[in-house]
Structures are given as structure tokens and as C-alpha cells.
Nanobody
Framework: QVQLVESGGGLVQPGGSLTLSCAAS????????MSWYRQVPGKERELVAG????????NYADSVKGRFTISRDNAKNTVYLQMKSLKLEDTAVYYC??????????????WGQGTQVTVSS
């Protein structure tokens, strides 16, 4: 059974930091690109950051460049999102996403259940 379980969300003041974690199981984690998305009510889900299957390539939304860092530990089947200098507009539900496996003719996409991040004073 495939599972992506996010944790680490919560309430933080502007300028603060949080680190989200996403623990994966049920698939070969090291063969999947992983991403973090976020969504606020009434808006489409947007890509925040992505990392390749072995971690050699990362990409970020312009709105979070220089503030967020995505990383992964394939030995622990976990992907992280380190968030610094948080802004009010970072408030959203953050979702973990897996796409793969690498080279598959029919790729699969997996989603976590989401974790709420609220930036408020």
C-alpha cells in the first residue's frame, strides 16, 4: 500500500522557520522524483519545489527561491522541505508528491494527505 505521510506543519510567526517531512512507503522511493505542492482555498495547487530521484536536481517556485530548500534521504524514504523567512502568503496546505518510477512508460503519481502551514502574527 502506497503511503506518503506529511508532518511538521503548524503555526509560525512571519520570519520564522518550519521543516516539513514526508515519509514514503509502498513504492521504490529512490526511483521517484519528489515534490512539494501547496494549495489555498479557492486556488489551484501550485508546485513549490521538486527534487530528482537521486537528489542531483532541484527546482523551486520563484516565490520561495532563497527561502525554501528541498532535500531527500533515500535511505530513510523521506523528503524534506526546509522553510525559512516565512511570509503570510506561505500559508497553505502543503502536499507531498511522488512521480515515477524513472524511465517508466506509464508513470505513476502519488499524493500525501497534506499538512497545514499557517503563518500569522
Amino acid at each position: 500500500q502506497v503511503q506518503l505521510v506529511e508532518s511538521g506543519g503548524g503555526l509560525v510567526q512571519p520570519g520564522g522557520s518550519l521543516t516539513l517531512s514526508c515519509a514514503a512507503s509502498g513504492f521504490i522511493f529512490s526511483r521517484y522524483a519528489m515534490s512539494w505542492y501547496r494549495q489555498v482555498p479557492g486556488k489551484e495547487r501550485e508546485l513549490v519545489a521538486g527534487i530528482s530521484s537521486v537528489g542531483g536536481s532541484r527546482n523551486y517556485a520563484d516565490s520561495v527561491k532563497g527561502r525554501f530548500t528541498i532535500s531527500r534521504d533515500n535511505a530513510k524514504n523521506t523528503v524534506y522541505l526546509q522553510m525559512k523567512s516565512l511570509k503570510l502568503e506561505d500559508t497553505a496546505v502543503y502536499y507531498c508528491n511522488g512521480d515515477g518510477p524513472v524511465g517508466a512508460s506509464i508513470p505513476r503519481t502519488y499524493w500525501g494527505q497534506g499538512t497545514q502551514v499557517t503563518v500569522s502574527s
